[in-house]
């Protein structure tokens, strides 16, 4: 997924003109798979259904996203495990980054540990970064809300009216009354909801990852004028050129998203 738009892009670098839209748009595809592989994240969320993986032998188990948001189904060995309803009763609980098993899984013979035999795991989660927001719809001609919570809104889970209590629908443009359409991080409803309080939520792009894409994409446009130049002399003055394809900062911006292996 896109993890910037061209306009986001735009925005920063001061451009005006359209004359390299196109270009932009290649380059966002190509440094965001970039970032997604670097940092082995799929950005804003991912579901992953009946994944198998390998026990440790321990009661706990790394998850290979995260933040995990919510764990829908568990299997050891066929067997369905149930999530504790207080962490205290049989079962598995979970935080951002691992599965745990407590209380004693009885009649299987494991106790709380995961056995470490090779795919006797089976999991369906839902992982990523994910927010709400709530505020009033603006009066006027096109009522539109950005939310900024976290980072720029990619994706949507729902939309609620309120001061209706009614879920609204997504629809492609032209959103009527009890409708929202939604493109590029903005929310724009219907004249209906004028004043109306909505909540939004959310999958989101971490603020950080995208200017670390933002900044990635400008370096791309600086390197394709002067590819394989170093360094210019102009008016007596010497001008060196980054020639990598990260910046330190960009780096330093992503690295708290990088996916650690943890034993």
Not at 4 to 31: F, M, P
Not at 80 to 93: K, L, M, N, R
Request: aromatic fraction near 8%; proline fraction near 4%.
């Amino acid at each position: 997924m896109n993890l910037t738009t061209v306009a986001a892009v735009k925005s920063y670098l001061g451009l005006t003109t359209s004359n390299q839209d196109t270009l932009i748009g290649q380059i966002i595809a190509r440094e965001s798979a970039f970032v997604e592989q670097w940092t082995g994240r799929t950005f804003p969320s991912v579901t992953r259904t009946s994944k198998r993986l390998n026990g440790t032998g321990t009661t706990r188990l790394v998850l290979p996203d995260g933040p995990i948001l919510s764990v829908s189904a568990l299997s050891i060995f066929g067997t369905a495990i149930a999530e504790s309803p207080d962490g205290v009763q049989a079962g598995f609980v979970f935080d951002d980054t691992c599965l745990y098993l407590v209380g004693g899984i009885a009649g299987i013979g494991w106790g709380d540990r995961f056995p470490t035999q090779h795919q006797s795991v089976v999991c369906s989660w839902v992982a990523g970064y994910q927010e709400s927001e709530t505020d009033f719809v603006p009066t006027g001609n096109t009522p539109t809300l950005t939310p900024t919570m976290g980072g720029t809104a990619a994706t949507v889970v729902s939309v609620t009216d309120e001061t209706t209590d009614a879920v609204l629908t997504q629809v492609g443009a032209a959103p009527l009354a009890g409708e929202y359409s939604f493109s590029d991080g903005t929310f724009t409803f219907n004249s209906a909801q004028y004043n109306d309080s909505v909540t939004m939520s959310y999958y989101y792009v971490p603020a950080a990852v995208e200017q670390a894409v933002i900044e990635m994409i400008a370096l791309d446009l600086q390197q394709r004028n002067n590819v394989g130049v170093t360094s210019k002399s102009l008016a007596g003055e010497s001008i060196s050129y980054e020639r990598r394809g990260m910046t330190e900062s960009a780096k330093e911006m992503l690295m708290p998203y990088k996916r650690m292996v943890v034993a």
